[in-house]
C-alpha cells in the first residue's frame, strides 16, 4: 500500500514539474511560440502570397537603396539585413536588435561566394530588438523554397537547397561544404533547438 502511494506520489510530482516546465517554456520563449501560432492562424494566406512573391523574376528593379532586405515568403518573414563591420561576438549579438546580421567575414549577397546571415530564433520576453524569433521557423524550410533579398536596386532570388544541423564550438565538414558551394548563395544560421544555444541550425539556398 506505502508503495503505491509512493509512486502515486511520485507520478504527480513528475506531472506538476511537466506542466511547470511547458508554462515556464512558454513564458520564457513566447516569441517563438507566438511566431508559431500566427504562422499556424496564418498559413494559407502566407503560402498564397509566396505563391505569387515566388514569381518575381531575378533582378527586378526596385527602388534605389544602400540596404538589404530579406523576405522568405513561405515564413511571412521580411526583415532588414544589417551590414556589420565587426568580427566581435558581442557587437554582432547588439546588432541583432536591428534585424538579422550579415557576417562581414563571408560574401555580400549576389557576390560569387557564401554570404552567411545571422538571426535568432528565439529571445526572452524582455529583449529590445523586435527580430527576437526572426528565424523561428526555419527548420521548416523545404528544397525548392524560395528566398528574396532586395537591395542596391534589384532583387536577388535564391532557391532552397538544403539544411544541416550542426554544433559550433567545433570545426564541421558539413558546414565547410555549404559555405564552400560553386556560384552565389546565402546561409541562414540560428540556434537550434529553439529557445536553446545548443546546435545551429544552417540553410543553404543558391541564386537563380
Not at 528565439?122 to 532586395?150: E, H, Q
Request: proline share 5%; aromatic share 12%; with cysteine.
Amino acid at each position: 500500500m506505502q508503495d503505491k502511494t509512493t509512486l502515486m506520489a511520485v507520478k504527480k510530482f513528475f506531472s506538476y514539474f511537466f506542466i511547470f516546465f511547458l508554462i515556464s517554456f512558454a513564458i520564457l520563449n513566447s516569441r517563438f511560440v507566438s511566431a508559431y501560432i500566427n504562422f499556424w492562424l496564418n498559413e494559407g494566406e502566407i503560402k498564397a502570397a509566396a505563391v505569387e512573391r515566388g514569381k518575381l523574376p531575378k533582378a527586378l528593379p526596385i527602388a534605389e537603396s544602400n540596404d538589404f532586405v530579406l523576405e522568405i515568403p513561405s515564413l511571412g518573414v521580411r526583415a532588414p539585413i544589417v551590414l556589420e563591420k565587426s568580427l566581435d561576438p558581442n557587437k554582432i549579438f547588439d546588432r541583432l536588435e536591428d534585424g538579422v546580421v550579415h557576417y562581414s567575414g563571408s560574401s555580400l549577397p549576389g557576390q560569387k561566394g557564401a554570404a552567411i546571415i545571422l538571426g535568432h530564433s528565439s529571445a526572452y520576453p524582455w529583449y529590445k530588438g523586435k527580430y527576437g524569433s526572426v528565424f523561428a521557423l526555419l527548420g521548416r524550410l523545404k528544397t525548392g523554397d524560395r528566398i528574396i533579398i532586395n537591395g542596391g536596386g534589384k532583387t536577388l532570388v535564391y532557391e532552397v537547397k538544403e539544411s544541416l544541423i550542426f554544433n559550433p564550438p567545433f570545426k564541421n565538414t558539413g558546414l565547410e561544404r555549404l559555405t564552400a558551394a560553386d556560384g552565389s548563395s546565402i546561409i541562414l544560421i540560428s540556434c537550434w533547438p529553439v529557445g536553446t544555444n545548443y546546435k545551429r541550425i544552417a540553410v543553404r539556398a543558391d541564386l537563380i
